[in-house]
């Protein structure tokens, strides 16, 4: 079946504008997850939906960063006036539920260069 | 909180060698564990999980890893190493409080030689 998709997967922005990332999860998985790949910090969480329930923002970087999940499906990460220490990779993961030894699953990740 | 420490950034090892990629963790309750395989401009794959009963754990591409509580370690193994087995690990965990997401080690990155 189909995987997690995301897009685009890449992504060229001048420093100070706004971008949108987009994810869409596996068929039927009520979990999501966003992540950032980076250089200097490694895999890092951001956010996370588990159905209608309020999302877990604990790892966001800052209040540029916000995400929306709309029906309980597709998801946008929105980064607003960018930076260049915001370039990295992006990674978009969904999970049948939030039990913790549900596995994770992964989409190819959108990369943002940020000029 | 839960950390997890992948011991060397880069392994290189033989084709047909033992591959061994050290992970520890630190966590006041026992963890939900998992290593995943990421290829050059690809999302991250899982390669097994340790969840609970057995502490052998084996996942796919003849790879292995054992929970050893009191070595707080995950090391994964794969009997001989092949080409295409390289690639970047990372191995992550996930406490089984209500924190759901995972927490990765720094990755390793596997060369094989031929």
């Known amino acids: 079946g189909a995987g997690v998709s995301q897009s685009p997967s890449n992504k060229v922005t001048e420093k100070g504008k706004d971008v949108e990332l987009r994810c869409d999860p596996i068929?039927?998985?009520?979990?999501l997850y966003w992540y950032r790949q980076s250089l200097g910090q490694g895999l890092e969480f951001l956010i996370y939906f588990q159905g209608n329930s309020a999302p877990d923002k604990s790892g966001l970087p800052s209040d540029r960063f916000s995400a929306e999940r709309t029906g309980g499906s597709v998801s946008t990460l929105t980064i607003q006036r960018t930076q260049q220490e915001d370039s990295a990779v992006y990674l978009c993961a969904s999970s049948p539920g939030v039990a913790g030894g549900n596995e994770q699953f992964f989409g190819p990740g959108t990369r943002l260069t940020v000029l | 909180a839960q950390s997890v420490t992948q011991l060397g950034s880069h392994v290189s090892v033989s084709e047909g060698a033992l591959v061994l990629l050290r992970c520890n963790y630190s966590?006041?309750?026992?963890?939900?564990l998992f290593w995943y395989v990421q290829y050059p401009n690809q999302g991250l794959q899982l390669l097994l999980k340790?969840?609970?009963?057995?502490?052998l754990v084996k996942g796919i591409n003849g790879f292995e890893a054992e929970f050893k509580k009191s070595e707080t370690s995950f090391h994964l193994t794969k009997p001989s190493a092949h080409m295409s087995d390289a690639a970047e690990y990372f191995c992550a965990g996930c406490s089984s409080g209500s924190a759901r997401q995972l927490t990765f080690g720094s990755g390793t990155q596997l060369t094989v030689l031929p």
């Open positions: 340790y969840t609970t009963g057995a502490t």
């Open positions: 966590s006041s309750v026992p963890p939900y």
């Open positions: 068929s039927g998985h009520t979990a």
